[in-house]
Every structure is written in structure tokens, then in C-alpha cells.
């Protein structure tokens, strides 16, 4: 069998990007979108990830022109199975590395870097990037330590984080080497197409949107991270003054029913649509009129670059990475996490004041335009690798 760097361009190398679970989430989608650019640039890539959560693969294995690998590690209710599936994962994963004769592996949060980086070692692979891209809620706090051991060790050549706070986190809190650390910010990719008249009135019917009526947008995971119960605390004053206002949360995860009673309790559920983990993201964006993010913390969160970079006016609590994008009043609102009174104010500032919208949106998205592409952050990743590969020659 031929080795995969036998096929590369000149200058190129072959790369690995590792995942801990294939899902709908930030991570992922960042993962999938820099595997897309170094391939569209000559690469010869490969992903994996240690398990399909939540049945992806038949998707993503159609959708991307590169290989996407399932590494079967895991399964949600495995039970005491688990453990032999990881241990029969993390030789596939080593297999993978040794055929695949990789260059460069960067791994994907926590749990990837825990369980890829000795893989990667033992394989011989030059290059092992991990990468951080905010705190995780309940993780164990030897986990933690044995996450920085890991990081800090012979085992990673480095760790990249996507933002200053989360660089300032990960040293300051996890105990984290600082020169071991690169900050990369997310980018994502701008050029969409926008909705012809048929297809916004579809989805207008579908989202009971009424004529005149505006749509409050807030994507993300029903956790407690993603703070939206704050949000549903705020919006039966808002219905008070626009009660054709429709709030959508698109996102799926473990408080879908917590949050869905307690809009029943508000006496909002007519007003409010959990939409479920969608593929149409984009779409939605260009519907809406508004973009939420409650979140408790963040890193850097793909939702508000990409709403953001469909022209929205956002509102978002002032966690993390989130306060090095928005500057309050000049290209979005800021306003305290875990206080559903300041939401309130704010989107009833937005709702009230349409020049406003429109005058945040265009300043959000030149900012986006300006600093958080998809493009750039490659070349960042590009330069990074190519410096690290230099290193060890």
C-alpha cells in the first residue's frame, strides 16, 4: 500500500484532524471547516473521531470530499462494554496513525487530546497540536490535572487555544506551560446563499412567523452553558410590548424538557420554538432579526461569528471570548451572564430601535469580515504547523 505522503504535493503534508465524538456542536464544526481548507489547499486529510453520538457518519461521510473515519470507541449506553470499545478505538486509532503515516495530528478538546496525544506519540507522528476551546462544564478536576500533565509533556508539541481569556484560562487555571501555548481565533466562512423569495416564506410558515412579526434567534446545545432559561425568563415581559415577537432556539441536548416546561409555567410555549438540532442554521440567521447568546462561558463561540457574519445584531453575555469580539454599542450589545433583567432591556433596546439593528449588524459583520474568516484562520494553522514541522528536522 502506498503511504498517504507519497501523494502530496510538493510542500504539502498529510493530516489528521481528531475529534472526541461526532455531533452537532462548535468544535466539531470547526474541526470539519479547517479539514475543508487545508484540503481545498492540496492536503491529503483525514478526520476521525472516537465515536458517532449522535448518527452523523452517513452524513458527513457524504458530505466531505475527504475521509471521515468512525473510530467506534463508544456508544452512549454501552455500558460495561465501554471500556473494551475504547481500548479497541484507541489501537484503531493507532493503526490509522501508523498506516496513514501522518505528519501532523491536531486533536479536538479535552477528551481528544487526553485520548489521542499518546496514540500520536507512539505512532511517531512529528507534529501532535492539541487544542482548547473553552472550559467544560463537570469536568473532573483530576481530569483537569491529567489534561495538563499531558499538554505540558513530551506528548503534545503544543496546545492552541482560540482565545485570549481562553489562553489566560488555561494557564491561570488548568496549569497550563505558557510557551506552550498559541492563540488561533475561529473563523468561519462567509459566502452563503441567500434565500429566494419561495424558500423564506416556507420557512416563515414553518417557524409561525406572523406577518410583520419579528424572529429573536439563539443557537446552541440545551445546556446549562448556553443559559437559556434566562432567556425564558425574559421574554414574557418582552411579549408584553411586541406579542408577535417568535423566539427560536436551535439546539437539542439533555434540558430540552426542563426548558420546554418551564415556557409552559411562563405561559410562553406559543411564542417560542425549540427547533432541535437543524441543518439550516444559516438559513435561520438569515430569517431572523435578532441573535441571542445567554451562555454562562464560552471560548470562542462559532454561533455568534456566524450570526455576526450574516449581518445580525447580537446580544451576549460578557464570558470569555465573547468580550474580545463585541464592543458594547458598537457592534453588539454586552450585558451580565445569569441575569434574565438585563436580557430584557436589551432586546426590547433592539426590538425598539431599528436603526440600531441595522447599524450593529453591518459593524458586526465587517468585523467578521475583517479578522474572523475562514481563510485566516487556515493560514494560522498552516504557519503554525509548517514552523512546528521545521523544528523537528
Given at each position: 500500500?502506498?503511504a498517504?505522503?507519497?501523494h ?19 468544535a ?18 483525514t ?5 458517532d ?7 458527513w ?8 473515519i ?7 449506553r ?26 501532523v ?14 496514540a500520536v ?6 507534529v ?33 487555544v ?32 441567500p434565500l429566494?423569495?419561495s ?8 417557524l ?8 429573536a ?19 414574557p ?7 408577535e ?7 437539542d441536548g ?27 442554521v444559516?438559513?435561520l ?8 447568546l ?14 455576526m457574519g ?10 470569555e471570548?465573547?468580550e474580545?469580539?463585541?464592543?458594547d ?6 450585558l ?13 433596546r ?9 447599524n ?10 475583517d ?15 509548517l ?7
Amino acid at each position: 500500500m502506498m503511504a498517504a505522503s507519497e501523494h502530496q504535493p510538493r510542500g504539502k503534508f498529510p493530516v489528521l484532524f481528531l475529534g472526541s465524538q461526532m455531533a452537532t456542536g462548535g468544535a466539531q464544526r470547526v474541526l470539519l471547516d479547517q479539514a475543508g481548507w487545508f484540503h481545498h489547499q492540496g492536503y491529503h486529510v483525514t478526520v476521525a473521531f472516537f465515536y458517532d453520538r449522535e448518527k452523523m457518519g452517513e452524513k458527513w461521510y457524504a458530505a466531505y470530499p475527504f475521509p471521515v473515519i468512525d473510530l467506534k470507541a463508544w456508544r452512549t449506553r454501552g455500558g460495561i462494554a465501554n471500556p473494551f470499545r475504547l481500548l479497541r478505538g484507541w489501537f484503531r486509532l493507532y493503526r490509522l496513525l501508523r498506516n496513514g503515516q501522518f505528519s501532523v495530528v491536531e486533536t479536538f478538546t479535552h477528551h481528544a487530546n487526553l485520548l489521542g496525544l499518546p496514540a500520536v506519540w507512539a505512532a511517531g507522528t512529528p507534529v501532535r497540536a492539541a487544542s482548547h476551546h473553552g472550559r467544560i462544564g463537570d469536568f473532573p478536576g483530576w481530569l483537569t490535572r491529567l489534561h495538563a500533565w499531558v499538554v505540558n509533556s513530551f506528548l503534545a508539541s503544543c496546545l492552541v487555544v482560540v482565545s485570549e481569556r481562553v489562553r489566560s484560562y488555561a494557564v491561570n487555571s488548568e496549569g497550563i506551560k505558557p510557551e506552550k501555548i498559541f492563540v488561533i481565533a475561529n473563523g468561519i466562512e462567509l459566502s452563503r446563499q441567500p434565500l429566494n423569495d419561495s424558500d423564506r416564506a416556507a420557512l416563515a410558515n414553518e417557524l409561525g412567523l406572523p406577518p410583520g412579526g419579528l424572529l429573536a434567534l439563539s443557537v446552541g446545545r440545551l445546556t446549562e452553558q448556553k443559559g437559556h432559561t434566562y432567556l425564558l425568563d425574559a421574554i414574557p415581559a418582552i411579549l408584553e410590548q411586541f406579542p408577535e415577537t417568535v423566539f427560536a432556539i436551535a439546539g437539542d441536548g439533555p434540558l430540552r424538557r426542563e426548558l420546554e416546561a418551564t415556557a409552559e409555567r411562563l405561559g410562553i410555549s406559543r411564542s417560542v420554538r425549540f427547533l432541535g438540532t437543524r441543518a439550516d442554521v444559516p438559513e435561520l440567521l438569515q430569517m431572523a432579526d435578532i441573535f441571542v447568546l445567554p451562555s454562562l462561558w464560552e471560548g470562542l463561540p462559532i454561533a455568534l461569528l456566524e450570526a455576526m457574519g450574516a449581518g445580525l445584531p447580537v446580544i451576549a453575555t460578557q464570558v470569555e471570548g465573547v468580550e474580545e469580539i463585541i464592543v458594547d454599542g458598537e457592534n453588539g450589545l454586552l450585558l451580565p451572564p445569569v441575569d434574565a433583567e438585563s436580557l430584557k432591556i436589551a432586546m426590547l433596546r433592539l426590538l425598539t430601535q431599528p436603526d440600531l439593528r441595522v447599524n450593529l449588524g453591518s459593524a458586526g459583520r465587517a468585523l467578521v469580515e475583517d479578522a474572523f474568516s475562514l481563510d485566516q484562520m487556515g493560514k494560522r494553522y498552516e504557519d503554525l504547523f509548517l514552523s512546528l514541522l521545521e523544528r523537528t528536522r
